[in-house]
């Protein structure tokens, strides 16, 4: 069992749409990273967050910590929201990331 | 703006050849990491550098070796590439002491084929 799980897998929302994103962990962690990777490679960090609840923008991200459990949310979703999404904690043992597998998000007009 | 700068989007390597796979950043981080990603899997820990000089094996290592000479770049070397050496390979950085640092920023990533 992987030690970061995403879901869904894959995602399809029509424009406008309200998106959301899970991540369950099952390692104690010092934080956890949202990441955004777009068709081409490139990965761009969205959050980082150790507790509660952080918003840029339309982009939500919260997380439980007792309950190993962090989301993220997509308000008022758009085409160019279309990417891969990545959660990653960082292992409060051994201080290393630990991705999932990511989640590809398709928006159509 | 911050920069991780990879050197090559994509490349085409034989099998056997020697490949150097080149990352520079210019935000004066200390820690600097190698990660390779293929499909299903998620990304995976080859090498990371938390100072000049010094390196550390991650998750994957074998068949790779890295040269950190200066803080601002880390190369990956592919001693003697293979098929199964085929895939993105992503740099990172992050500031911080120790390993892992806080907030990490990647490169564009360069999408390695071995034929």
């Known amino acids: 069992k992987n030690e970061v799980e995403q879901s869904p897998q894959n995602l399809t929302a029509q424009e406008g749409e309200f998106i959301t994103i899970n991540c369950s962990y099952s390692?104690?962690?010092?934080?956890l990273h949202w990441l955004q990777q777009h068709p081409g490679g490139g990965i761009v960090s969205l959050f980082m967050l150790s507790s509660g609840k952080k918003k840029h923008g339309r982009l939500i991200a919260t997380i439980n910590i007792q309950e190993k459990h962090s989301s993220l949310h997509i308000t008022a979703s758009h085409p160019r929201d279309s990417a891969v999404y990545i959660c990653a904690v960082r292992s409060y043992n051994t201080d290393k990331l630990i991705f999932g597998t990511g989640t590809r998000l398709q928006v159509f007009p | 703006d911050v920069k991780v700068t990879q050197s090559s989007r994509y490349l085409v390597k034989r099998t056997g050849e020697k490949v150097f796979l080149e990352c520079v950043q210019d935000?004066?981080?200390?820690?600097m990491f190698w990660y390779r990603q293929d499909p299903g899997l998620g990304l995976r820990l080859i090498y990371f550098s938390y100072d000049v000089k010094m390196k550390e094996k991650g998750d994957i290592p074998e068949g790779y070796s890295v040269s950190r000479e200066k803080k601002e770049r880390f190369s990956l070397i592919l001693e003697s590439a293979s098929t199964n050496q085929t895939s993105m390979y992503l740099c990172?950085?992050?500031?911080?002491?120790?390993?892992?640092?806080?907030?990490?920023?990647f490169g564009q990533g360069t999408r390695l084929t071995v034929v």
């Open positions: 390692v104690g962690i010092s934080a």
């Open positions: 935000m004066d981080h200390e820690n």
């Open positions: 990172a950085s992050s500031s911080g002491t120790g390993m892992g640092g806080t907030e990490a920023f």
